[in-house]
C-alpha cells in the first residue's frame, strides 16, 4: 500500500513511527506512508521512550522540511542528539560545541522521528571518514518484543555491511545513526518507466538472493493477516461513517476470502526467499548512479516470505498514488495495473539478475519460467489486496493520522474481487 500526502524529501529513508498495529503502516510511507515499527504483538507491553515522546510533541505542528531545531521547546530533542553523535560517531563530532550542532526535522511525514544531524560547513573537516551529515532515527514506541527488536537490528546491520542498505552508524536504546542519502524517492508514476523498472527488478532480484540469520518460515505475512482479520471483524467505531463503511465490508464474507486466500498461497509453488515486503515507490530512492539507479529503503517488514507477495504486491503499488492531496489522500487507477507486457519487462529483468550469480536452482524449472510469475505474481496480488484492507480497517481505529483508512479498505476489497475474478 502506498503513504499519504508523499512529498520528496532530501532522503525519505525511513520507515518508523511505531503506530500500533503499524508494523507495515499504512501505506504511509515516509513522507508518504507510515510503515514501521516493530511488530505489535497483542500481548507486548509498550513503554514511550521520554525522548521519543518529545519528537512526537514537536512535530505537531508540521514543521517545513529540514527546518532547524532550535527553539527552547526543541531543546531536549537537540541535547540527546548532540549527546549521541558526539558519543557514537567521535571525529569531528566529539569536539563540536552544543550550540555549534545542528538538527533538523526531516518533516512533513508520518513517522516524526526523523531528524538530520550536521556539523556546520565552516567547520567540517574535508579529509575525515567520519561523515558530516547523519540520520538520526528515534523510535516512538520500543516495545518489549526483544527477539523481534534483535531481529531487526541484524538485518539492518548485515544489509549495511553488504552494501544493500544505508550504512549503519550506530545502534542505541531507542533508535540508531545511519547515513544520510542525499537523494529523491520515486513517485508512482516513475514505477511505469521501463528501465526504472527494469532497476527495481533487478534490485529486488538482488534482495532474494541474501541468505539471512532469521527464521526461515515464510509467516511473516499470514501470520499478521490473521491478527489484523481478528481485530478488524470486531472492530468498533464511534464515529458514523466508518461504523457505516465498517458494515459494508462486513457484508463481504471475510471468513470464506480469507480461507480462499490461505488455500490459494498453499496451492501456489512460490519459493520462500528473503522478502523486502514493501517495495513501492516510497521505499525507492533514486541515486545518481548510473550502474545502479535504484536502492530500496525501509527494511522493518524485511523476512522470509513467498517470492509471489513481493512482485504482486509491487504490481499493486502501480496503481495507488499516495500525493493525492485531498481527501482520501490516495487515488487509485485501474489502468496503471502493469499490463502484460509490463510485467514481462519486470519479470525477465528479475530473472537476468537472479541467476546472474545464483546457481542453486535450474532456470528450466517451471517456477523460474516468466509465464509461471506472472500467473504466480497475480495470484498473490490477490494477498496483497486483502492484508492492507484487513490492515487499514485496524489502522482507521487506531491511527491520528488523516487519511481515509475505511476507504481505502474498500478500494482494496474492490480490486481483490475483481482480480479474484480474472485468476479464476
Not at 532547524?68 to 567521535?90: I, N, P, S, T
Not at 541467476?355 to 505474481?377: L, P, Y
Request: hydrophobic letters at 35%.
Amino acid at each position: 500500500m502506498g503513504g499519504f500526502s508523499r512529498r520528496i524529501l532530501p532522503c525519505i529513508q525511513a520507515n518508523s513511527a511505531s503506530l500500533l498495529f503499524g508494523h507495515f503502516g499504512p501505506k504511509l510511507k515516509l513522507p508518504s506512508r507510515v510503515i514501521s515499527g516493530t511488530f505489535f504483538d497483542k500481548n507486548c507491553r509498550i513503554a514511550y521512550y521520554k525522548i521519543a515522546s518529545m519528537a512526537e510533541m514537536l512535530l505537531k505542528r508540521k514543521p517545513p522540511k529540514n527546518e532547524v531545531v532550535m527553539d527552547e521547546e526543541k531543546m531536549e530533542v537537540h541535547d540527546r542528539a548532540y549527546k549521541l553523535c558526539k558519543e557514537y560517531l567521535g571525529g569531528k563530532w566529539s569536539e563540536l560545541k552544543k550550540n555549534e550542532f545542528q538538527l533538523s526535522v526531516l518533516g512533513g511525514g508520518l513517522t516524526n522521528k526523523l531528524f538530520i544531524c550536521q556539523i556546520p560547513k565552516e567547520i567540517r573537516d574535508s579529509n575525515s571518514k567520519v561523515p558530516h551529515t547523519i540520520l538520526l532515527r528515534l523510535y516512538g514506541l520500543i516495545i518489549q518484543d526483544f527477539v523481534a527488536q534483535i531481529q531487526e537490528s541484524v538485518v539492518f546491520s548485515i544489509l549495511s555491511e553488504r552494501g544493500v542498505g544505508p550504512h549503519l552508524y550506530a545502534v542505541f536504546p531507542g533508535g540508531r545513526l545511519e547515513e544520510y542519502l542525499p537523494c529523491q524517492t520515486l513517485m508512482t508514476k516513475d514505477l511505469h518507466d521501463q528501465a526504472l523498472s527494469r532497476h527495481i527488478a533487478k534490485q529486488m532480484a538482488i534482495y532474494h538472493k541474501l541468505v539471512m540469520p532469521v527464521k526461515k518460515e515464510p509467516t511473516c505475512i499470514m501470520s499478521r493477516l490473521q491478527l489484523y482479520y481478528e481485530t478488524a471483524v470486531h472492530m468498533k467505531f464511534d464515529d458514523h461513517n466508518n461504523t457505516k463503511l465498517l458494515n459494508l465490508l462486513r457484508e463481504y464474507d471475510l471468513e470464506n476470502e480469507l480461507k480462499y486466500i490461505k488455500k490459494l498461497v498453499a496451492d501456489t509453488d512460490s519459493p520462500v526467499v528473503f522478502c523486502h515486503n514493501d517495495v513501492q515507490e516510497g521505499n525507492l530512492l533514486h541515486m545518481d548512479n548510473t550502474m545502479n539507479p535504484v536502492q530500496m529503503i525501509d527494511f522493518e517488514y524485511s523476512g522470509y516470505n513467498y517470492r509471489g507477495f513481493d512482485i504482486g504486491n509491487h504490481f499493486c503499488e502501480w496503481a495507488y498514488d499516495y500525493s493525492y492531496s485531498e481527501w482520501p489522500f490516495y487515488l487509485y487507477k485501474d489502468e496503471d495495473y502493469p499490463t502484460k507486457e509490463q510485467q514481462i519487462n519486470f519479470i525477465q529483468s528479475y530473472i537476468r539478475e537472479y541467476f546472474s550469480t545464483n546457481s542453486s536452482h535450474s532456470q528450466s524449472d517451471e517456477k523460474w519460467q516468466v509465464d509461471f510469475m506472472i500467473k504466480e505474481a497475480n495470484r498473490f496480488a490477490l494477498l496483497s489486496h486483502f492484508f492492507w484492507a484487513m490492515w487499514s480497517v485496524v489502522q482507521a481505529k487506531m491511527s491520528d493520522i488523516s487519511f481515509g483508512y475505511m476507504e481505502y479498505a474498500h478500494s482494496r476489497m474492490d480490486h481483490y474481487f475483481k482480480q479474484k475474478a480474472e485468476i479464476e
